[in-house]
Structures are given as C-alpha cells and as structure tokens.
C-alpha cells in the first residue's frame, strides 16, 4: 500500500508545473490583447509568435501529464 501511496504523490507533484503554464498562458493571453489594441496593424505579425508561444507553452502541460500518467500507470 506504501507503493501506490507514493505513486499518488509522485503524479500529484509532477503536476505543479501546471500552475506555472497557466499563469504563463495568461500573461501571454494579456500580452497578446494589449499588444493588438494598441497596434491593430501588427496584428498579424503579432499573430504568429502569439500561436508559436502558445503552443510551446502549452506543450510543457501535456509533458507535465504524460510524465504524472507515467508515474501514475507506469
């Protein structure tokens, strides 16, 4: 029973990551909408390292769980 105690806790804090990208992803969010309300020209300058940050930071949460569901399963 130890073993699946410490499986659970492990998964639980391979998890935390998921904190940070979502503050991440809310500043990159914000960043992004101030950006463009200033500067509506450069929106679509803006458009393409807005979906390139998005998705790498959206990357390090699914990493974050396929390493929890490793843990968790593995």
Same mark, same amino acid.
């Given at each position: 029973?130890?073993?699946?105690?410490?499986? /659970?806790?492990?998964?639980?804090? !391979? =998890? =935390?990551?998921? !904190? +940070?990208? +979502?503050?991440? =992803?809310?500043?990159i969010f914000?960043?992004?909408?101030?950006?463009? +309300?200033?500067?509506? +020209?450069? !929106?679509?300058? /803006?458009?393409?390292?807005?979906?390139?940050?998005? !998705?790498?930071?959206?990357? =390090?949460?699914?990493?974050?769980?396929?390493?929890?569901?490793?843990?968790?399963?593995?």
């Open positions: 029973m130890e073993l699946d105690a410490a499986k /659970l806790i492990a998964a639980a804090l !391979a =998890l =935390l990551p998921l !904190a +940070g990208v +979502g503050i991440a =992803l809310g500043n914000s960043s992004y909408n101030a950006a463009v +309300g200033r500067n509506p +020209g450069a !929106a679509e300058l /803006l458009d393409k390292k807005f979906f390139l940050t998005f !998705a790498l930071t959206e990357a =390090l949460a699914i990493f974050a769980l396929v390493i929890s569901l490793i843990i968790l399963f593995g």
